[in-house]
């Protein structure tokens, strides 16, 4: 039985960045607050059954054109006439499922789709492309509709012939991607008051950090137009925030993770590491150094806490003293025992501390817990690792002494689970927020009893968590506009991506698609 009482309750609150390991309380709040530390819930993990379908390769494919012939396929369990009542005027976000390889981990894609219809065609939905590459073999692809439900949602196969390969056959589920039911642009207070583009061909923004006055936002190149790299704006009228500088390198594109310390500034660099700017003067970063020891070294995602830079580097968790902020000192690195296994696709994607503790979104392996106190000797305490796991990011605190973890995976059925991690050797499942398979979570910050996501074309969403095992939506705001032409049929990581919430009033959200948006904190 659940006990509640009336108390006073101080939330114990950490956000990165904000200074030393321990960060005072931010408030203090009556509410009824729920005793227990949360009961814990069983956790099928994400994704779900994989897509039936009923399409099949009717002959032997002896070349890869054969998988373009219309002719090869069984569709005596399609529906083809349930395809031409298919919304097709704005994108689908689709799963893609490797029915060679059964319902094991892995095997799994999540990306954009747009369809067009021919009704007058044998076949209303299908697709045949080629890729002719010097060097490659030659391969065809043939993406095929066999059914819809209602106008949203459509079930089909992809075939992928390669020469001197047998076909590899995939299913897969589309969901066009809209509002929520009964949405509209924006909720309970949460109004949009300043947007600024980092300009045209400058790739998709990712992420963010805000220091100094003025918005540091990193874009990515990957399959998008535009070089990518380092944009600066100047804060001094956040209804008009304005670009004062931009960086970009033609050989390195590629810029997801963004942190400030002091007078630096440590940018996370695909192809040269951690690239370390001195920001002594915040409109015009210099770059001083790049930590990659002369070799190519992948960064994906870094943070700080206190004098502690972590990185997460070519599967290695790298830990830097930044008491000099301009000028790291390589202390330790972590590697997991997943990162080494075949087919597990595992490897550290971001990560969050608490005093000595370090949490690390494993992607495959789940969420670990470790002890970093020794970064030449980091400990491993436990994980919370869920079927399917796709862990992405997280932030942590405590709440009457129970240490809850909020966690965000990225993919088809990814979404917000809360954790006790109490005893770190078993962690558990002990609340949830889901809103639609198709879309996941990107970024969070958790401010006091406040947590703020990046939730890709769900926009931004805030969630009070005062009782951390039942949060409950507050407002949002819808980013993403599905007919922007930038990024179109290329990826299902649109709308918000980065988010900060620095503690000056503001939150500040990257789109992929539109750039700096500023929101008031609420």
Known sequence: ??????????????????????????EVIEVPVDLSPGTPLPDPGDLGPPPAVSCALRVSVSTPDDCGKLESYDLTGCDLESLKRVDTSGPFNARFHDTSTGPGRGTDQLLSRYYFLDPEAAHPMFLVSTANIPGRPYSVTAE????????????????RCEAGKP????SFESVRTRRRPGEAESSGGLRLIGEASTGANTGMGVDVYVTKGHAYVVNIEAFFPGEGGLFVFDLADRTAPRLVASITHP??????????????LYVASAARGVLVFDISDPASPRLIQDLSGGMRRSTHTLFVNGNRLYAMDNGDVLIFD??????????????????RMPGRNSYPHDATSLNHL????HWGAGLLILDARDPANVKKLGAYEYPNSMSHYSRVAYFQNNLIAFEGGEGWGAHLRVLNLNDPANPTLIGEYKLSPEVSIHNMELVGNRLYLAHFQHGVR???????SRPREIAYHYTWREHDPVFLNVSSWEGAVGIRVPGDGYVYVVDSQRGLLIFPEL
């Open 1 to 26: 039985m659940v006990k509640w009482t009336w108390v006073v309750v101080a939330v114990v609150w950490w956000l990165a960045g904000a200074g030393g390991c321990d960060s005072p309380d931010r």
């Open 144 to 159: 095929l509709g066999c059914r819809a439900v209602g106008t949203d949602r459509v079930l089909g196969c992809d075939v």
């Open 167 to 170: 076909p590899r056959v995939l």
């Open 251 to 264: 050989d390195d594109a590629y810029w997801n993770g963004v942190w400030a310390k002091d007078d630096a």
């Open 322 to 339: 930044v008491t000099h902020a301009r000028e790291p000192v390589l202390l330790g690195s972590y590697r997991d025992e997943s990162s």
């Open 358 to 361: 370090l949490f690390v979104n």
């Open 462 to 468: 805030v969630l009070d968590v005062t009782v951390p």
